[in-house]
């Protein structure tokens, strides 16, 4: 059978080079009335058409209303891990929708600190009592996905998940770099289920009808800049150097976050993959199709009109990443993660180049894709280190050395 480019057998995904075809990204640098982007000026411009486009072919529009927002603190403690930090935990609250649950923010600030700190801000798969062993965080009430081990029961979190994930968030050694850390649990902005817009942020704002009502990765990047706010009010924190940071799906909407919103100062994707960081037209690991179909929930409607037609998309994920520029933004990959297209990760990164260049920085510097654990890139950064899919010690190091040189 021959198949045209970029066709294959099973098209819901594919693991083999060979049969990834021929595909031509869109120019970021060339708006769609066909006219180039030369300076910066241009492509501020150029940057709200792209902003529109992913919200109207990808993401869904997020909605612009002024949300009333309170936050309460709910517990306070100057000692936290052995004395090294000031712990707080915060609901945000939604003023104007108290059938809506608050989002419930964690935020570690190094106690050393003699002026306020850069801070990363990421979203959390399983819940506050997850990312740390610390055994007086109170367990979420919200919806669990049913996640590995026994993370939760009958969608709660159990005992069992204290800590699950503090491998992921190695806090301390954030904190003794002179960095905070701030989380809270993706699914109390929305939880990760078809229906999970229900009980969120989407069923008191958006327009279900429209096929470019905005979905949950929509929903989680808008939480973050609603985090984000209430960061902005703590005297400890630099509000001006808030890095979105997430990995995988929560990746996704770290990028969108910081792409609609110039007030996080880096964005860190980890595996962020289809749909995130890896180039949408790659034929490669997860597809379009592949990921409208298993998470429905995840983005705008019109998006599926996509999933056997990637190729008339407007836009490709190295434009979203481009619009972090001249931020820095760091893109990261796993060997043995094939599902998130390493290398597609690594050509989105290095096709933001031009728009870098614009503002007179090097972005990722290198159209050679690196070898593994070798990390890559100035104002852009890179790297595939070897193993799963997952976030490891070897992910911060590269992270807090990024932050150290770019965010300081
Ligand atoms: C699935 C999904 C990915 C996503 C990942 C994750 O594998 O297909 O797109 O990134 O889950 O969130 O871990």
Known sequence: VSMASGQQADPAYNYDEASVGAYTLPDP???????????????ERRRAELIQLFAENVYGKTPQQNVKLRFQTVQTTDNALNGLAIRKQ?????????????????????????????????LNFCGNHCVTTEADIPLSTRWMGDGPGDVSQNNKATQKARGMQARRWPIETILKRGYAVATAYYGDIEPDHPQGWRSGIRSVLGDTSRADNWGAIGAWAWGMSRIADYLATEPALDAQ????????????????????????????????????????????????????????????????????????????????????????????SAEEDQWSDP??????????????????????????????????????????????????????????RFADALVR
């Open 241 to 332: 150097r808030i890095n979105s940071i997430g990995h995988s799906r929560i990746g996704k909407a770290a990028i969108w976050a910081g792409a609609q919103d110039k007030r996080f100062v880096a964005v860190i994707a980890n595996e962020a993959g289809e749909g995130g960081s890896a180039l949408a037209r790659r034929w490669y690991g997860e597809t379009v199709e592949r990921i409208n179909t298993s998470f429905p929930h995840w983005f705008c409607d019109r998006y599926k009109t996509f999933s056997k037609r990637v190729a008339d998309l407007p836009v490709d994920q190295h434009e979203l990443l481009a619009l972090v520029a001249p931020r820095p933004l760091y893109v990261a």
């Open 90 to 122: 915060v609901s945000i609250f939604f003023v104007d929708y108290p059938q809506l649950p608050p989002i419930d923010v964690l935020v570690y600030i190094p106690k050393a600190a003699n002026k306020p700190v850069p801070v990363f801000l990421g």
């Open 29 to 43: 640098l060339l708006t769609s009335k066909g006219k180039r982007v030369t300076n910066v000026a241009d492509w």
């Open 343 to 400: 290398k597609g990760e690594f050509l989105g990164a290095a096709q933001t180049e031009p728009v870098y260049r614009l503002y007179g920085k090097i972005g990722l510097g290198t159209t050679t894709f690196p070898a593994v654990n070798q990390p890559v890139g100035h104002t852009v950064r890179y790297h595939m280190r070897s193993g799963k899919h997952d976030v490891t010690d070897y992910d911060w190091a590269q992270y807090l």
